[in-house]
């Protein structure tokens, strides 16, 4: 019986087309520091920014800041907007904005509501509460003043425009905040009363009514709303080599728009690392790493983006509590996001506008997406890989506790090579754990899914899509898929499939009329005595089959833990174990 956990984020990781991935770091010797420290009783903006006579902004330290310097920020909450005028020079020249040693650094997009609040004004209710709101609340680009969604933005996602008008949609990008809690935006005062810890906002009367949490009296709270639609974002695209690290963002007002919106955001920059920070209450998106800003923009040329923007570290963040998804990004290339941990985003429920999920990156290239834990994700895939995606890995990540219609990976219009392996997949409710969409030429392999309302492999092609892939030329092998309703669903054949174990189907497949398909002549079904407890994530599974091991595919050099296979001959599944008894947990983020 095995029960060490072995953790090895830095295995090495070949792409489909045989080449090593490598990836860069900070290899710069920082020559000077700039301290802000709100707290300090001599902090201003026309200090010199040194530990005895700090900045007060961390703005302020960002219009200074020069490529091999930090920004060092100290414990306190700084409501502003940062961005950077500039970016770093290379690997050895970049400018860091970083938590100082020990600190807690909160950038917050909201402001404290100091105002006077009446509950006279509702019929039949005293514990809805109304103030009046400044008119600069309701102009320009304030979250007060923009609805989630707008006309131009339907534009663009036409595939959505039967919401338009539809709550959340229409709903202004407002967050309220209840010492620290998060209140949900209602689309009518009606509704108010009968749900504590709501809000509704008559933008006509420039009025916020809130039903508070526990029936309180606001006067007793803290009552923060959202007044910024960003957190960390450049005052211009395209700047590199930053650093970000350390720091809390939270409480933005961000719209649904599936670029440019990021409440921390490289704004089409190259070159950013991106680790260690705490991304949270966020209206739309908390971390944006697309190429593209604006992909209204005509002059946009592809090709060039892909050469001059990316390069991107985004790891060991923690981030929860986004409407519609954790980790984003158009146009994606040599990207690293790993180890990263991904909760409970998705609550603005609108999958029906087909830019949801935990990570949810498209036009990727050289990119690999590994080693993160994602779970407690509604209305949204945990990843989600979409369009033309080229030389690209999605590989072992822990995902569970899904609701989603797209499953746990959703790969899409993709017809060069890329790879899904070794992750492991647990209880997703409606969809499957591992769905492609109009895909060629996917590796999907050594995966665990378990518990899947539909398919533990899902692949269809979509009638009008015959620029991209058209479900074919895909191998799924060496998978284990244990209680699923189906073990596959292919809706177009001329795939190999095959040396997969399955267990526990659904009543509805059979395996051996699959097999009359052809496919899966090899695969076999089992009793397989799996648990995986929820508190710790500690996986025990035994079997008294005796499953004969597969050769080793020549991309597949590490199992799920990061542990290289002994030789050619490797088990079926995520692990270097086969089906003998073993007990491990598993491999969660070094942030939990």
Not at 198 to 207: G, H, L, Q, V
Not at 254 to 281: C, K, M, P, Q, Y
Not at 550 to 574: C, I, K, N, W
Request: net charge negative; proline share 4%.
């Amino acid at each position: 019986m095995m029960t060490q956990q072995s953790n090895q984020q830095d295995a090495p990781i070949l792409l489909p087309d045989g080449t090593r991935f490598q990836h860069w770091q900070d290899e710069t010797e920082y020559k000077r520091a700039y301290y802000v420290d709100q707290q300090h009783p001599g902090a201003a903006d026309d200090n010199p920014g040194t530990e005895e006579a700090p900045l007060l902004t961390i703005q302020a330290a960002a219009e200074v800041v020069e490529p091999g310097e930090k920004v060092l920020i100290k414990s306190g909450i700084y409501r502003e907007l940062v961005q950077p005028r500039r970016g770093g020079t290379g690997a050895d020249g970049m400018i860091s904005y970083e938590a100082a040693p020990d600190a807690e650094a909160i950038l917050r997009g909201s402001r404290v509501l100091s105002v006077t609040w009446d509950n006279t004004g509702t019929p039949n209710s005293v514990g809805v509460w109304t103030t009046e709101l400044p008119v600069a609340f309701f102009e320009g680009d304030h979250p007060f003043a923009l609805i989630n969604t707008t006309d131009e933005d339907f534009e663009l996602m036409r595939w959505a425009r039967g919401s338009k008008g539809v709550v959340p949609h229409s709903l202004p990008r407002a967050l309220v905040f209840q010492d620290g809690r998060r209140l949900t935006q209602l689309g009518t005062l009606h509704d108010l009363p009968r749900v504590p810890g709501t809000f509704w906002i008559d933008a006509e009367e420039r009025k916020l009514y809130i039903s508070p949490f526990d029936h309180r009296n606001p006067h007793t709270c803290q009552i923060e709303v959202t007044t910024q639609q960003f957190v960390f974002n450049p005052l211009v695209t395209g700047l590199g080599y930053i650093h970000v690290r350390g720091l809390t963002i939270e409480h933005a007002g961000n719209g649904f728009i599936r670029s440019g919106n990021g409440a921390l955001a490289t704004w089409g920059g190259h070159h950013w690392i991106i680790e260690d920070n705490t991304v949270r209450h966020i209206n739309s998106v908390g971390i944006e790493i697309g190429g593209y800003t604006d992909e209204r923009a005509e002059d946009q040329d592809r090709e060039e983006i892909y050469e001059k923007r990316g390069d991107h570290l985004v790891r060991r963040n923690h981030v929860y509590d986004c409407g519609t998804g954790g980790i984003q990004g158009t146009v994606v290339p040599r990207g690293l996001v790993a180890d990263n941990h991904i909760h409970h985003c998705g609550w603005q429920e609108v999958q029906s506008y087909q830019e949801t999920a935990g990570i949810k990156i498209l036009m990727l290239r050289d990119t690999v997406v590994q080693c993160n834990h994602i779970h407690h994700i509604r209305a949204a895939s945990a990843i989600w890989i979409d369009f033309v995606n080229q030389n690209s890995r999605v590989c072992r990540n822990l995902l569970r506790d899904i609701a989603s219609f797209n499953g746990a990976i959703f790969f899409e219009a993709s017809n060069i090579p890329n790879m899904i392996d070794h992750n492991v997949i647990y209880n997703v409710s409606v969809g499957s754990g591992l769905y492609a969409r109009d895909c060629d030429k996917l590796l999907i392999a050594h995966n665990l899914v378990i518990n899947c309302d539909h398919a533990g492999v899902h692949m269809r092609k979509t009638e009008s899509r015959d620029r991209v892939g058209v479900c074919k030329d895909n191998d799924v092998i060496n998978n284990i898929l244990v209680g699923c309703g189906v073990a596959f669903d292919y809706e177009r054949m001329g795939n190999v499939s095959d040396h997969n174990i399955l267990s526990g189907m659904g009543a509805g497949f059979s395996l051996d009329d699959w097999q009359k398909s052809g496919l899966d002549a090899s695969s076999t079904s089992i009793d397989l005595d799996l648990t995986i407890d929820p508190e710790d994530q500690r996986l025990a599974w035994s079997s008294a089959t005796d499953v004969p091991a597969v050769s080793r595919h020549e991309l597949l050099e590490v199992d799920y833990f990061g542990r290289p296979y002994p030789g050619d001959e490797v088990p079926v599944g995520p692990f270097t174990e086969g089906l003998n008894t073993v007990c491990r947990r598993l491999r969660l983020t070094s942030n939990e």
